[in-house]
């Protein structure tokens, strides 16, 4: 026996309201958090366990890399969660090197490797799993008969929709 959620489903309902409160919740309170962290941290701390620190970041680095490489080999759609997941580690990877290389000599490898290898492979990454997503849908939309689909903010997630919903996906901007 399958389960299907229409818009107006009672658990469609409760998972979009549970879900808009925990994001919504959460970026009042990092946002309170920042202004605390900005006026509170020390700007120089001694640190145990440094190393583990970097390691361990390096080490989910590489495994996201190797899960994006595996999909993308077997040609799996879940090959564009990992690369997202992927180029935003990469992102962070390349943030925190330059920032904690500031005022050393570790600064000029760090804007290399940064400009040079972390952010190019992040930004193919992003384009790579924007562009597998978009042609997935315009497959889909193709296949339903509805031809080119409508840019991928204008489109609501269907089980997500109000039953009075106001909005023609067919007419969107292309």
Do not use: K, Q
């Not at 409160?21 to 309170?32: D, E, K, R």
């Not at 390691?55 to 890399?65: K, Q, R, S, W, Y």
């Not at 580690?89 to 904690?100: E, G, K, P, T």
């Not at 042609?135 to 269907?158: C, D, I, K, N, T």
Request: aromatic share 12%.
């Amino acid at each position: 026996m399958s389960l299907t959620l229409t818009p107006n489903h009672p658990a469609a309902v409760h998972l979009r309201r549970l879900f808009l409160a925990v994001i919504t919740g959460s970026f009042v309170f990092l946002l309170a958090w920042i202004i605390y962290l900005a006026a509170s941290l020390p700007e120089h701390r001694e640190v145990a366990h440094w190393d583990i620190a970097w390691v361990g970041f390096d080490c989910f680095l590489v495994a996201a890399i190797g899960m994006t490489a595996l999909w993308a080999w077997l040609r799996r759609p879940i090959l564009i969660p990992w690369a997202i997941v992927t180029a935003t580690l990469l992102c962070c990877d390349a943030w925190f090197d330059i920032v904690l290389d500031w005022n050393t000599p570790d600064l000029p490898i760090s804007l290399v490797t940064a400009g040079v290898g972390e952010l190019p492979l992040a930004m193919l990454l992003f384009y790579a799993a924007r562009r597998l997503i978009r042609l997935s849908m315009a497959a889909a939309w193709a296949r339903s008969g509805r031809g080119e689909p409508p840019r991928m903010w204008r489109v609501r997630m269907s089980i997500f929709e109000r039953p009075d919903a106001s909005h023609d996906e067919h007419t969107a901007e292309h």
